[in-house]
């Protein structure tokens, strides 16, 4: 615990430097301090707190389960701090930490994944939603007629993509652009998926977490590990791959989609 809030404070102090630095001719208007600041000493050290306890309250938020009590942690901070006699020593709190953490994590991901079980095992049963011998779910929204991509093969598509809760973390249909990549180089769900489609059909994908981005998520936390997807995918063309090659992805790098950075297949559930 003592490495971890001394990291943060060099963090902290690092930033505000950075900072600083950023803006050189910018006039920074310091307020006067209260009346038990009656040093450099006094103030530096009541400046240091601020920095660590904003970036740690930020930081404290990300433990799983999201429940702390903020006055034991700054009496143990305190106490530690200070060296003063503690209610239990550093071995059996650093061994505790660590369990906790562990258990609590487990419970979050049972939940998580539960709550992808829970819909799955309920959608299956929609009329118009059809169930491969991977687990995957899809439902035809526009059907047509004609060949179908292999896995070698390039695809040219438009989509959209949303978690269980209707948030939507992608849309080439927004973008305004279309998306042209190699079957086999996106999330197994899709690789799958679209070799089910025709040219002009749109498909409703319902994507379990093993064959998505699987334990870790994706997109910087915008899809969250273990999260079923969906995805609505409207085929415009097959590409063979040595047609393909030379124009993979045509759209802007910083517009590429979320769903073709995943190279490799995800883990599979045990």
Known sequence: MKKTVLILAAVSLVFVSAEAKKKPKEVIKVTAPVNVLTNDVDSMSYALGLNVG???????????????NIDLLIKGFSTAMKGDSALMTAEFAAEFFKNYITAAQEKDTDAKKGDGEKF?????????????????????????????????????????????????????VDRGEPIVFPLNQVIPGWTEGVQLMSVGSKYKLFVPYNLGYGEKG??????PGFATLIFEVELLEIKPLKEAAPDAVEVKPTATPIVVKKTTPAKKAK
């Open 54 to 68: 904003s970036d740690f309250g930020k930081n404290i938020k990300q433990i799983p389960g999201g429940k702390s």
């Open 120 to 172: 799955l095992s309920e959608n299956k049963n929609k009329v118009g939603v059809q169930t491969t011998a991977t687990g995957l779910q899809y439902e035809i929204l526009t059907p047509a007629e004609g060949p179908k991509p292999a896995a070698t093969d390039s695809v040219k598509v438009h989509y959209q993509g949303y978690l269980l809760d209707g948030t939507k973390f992608d849309s080439s």
């Open 218 to 223: 994706a997109g910087n936390g915008a899809i």
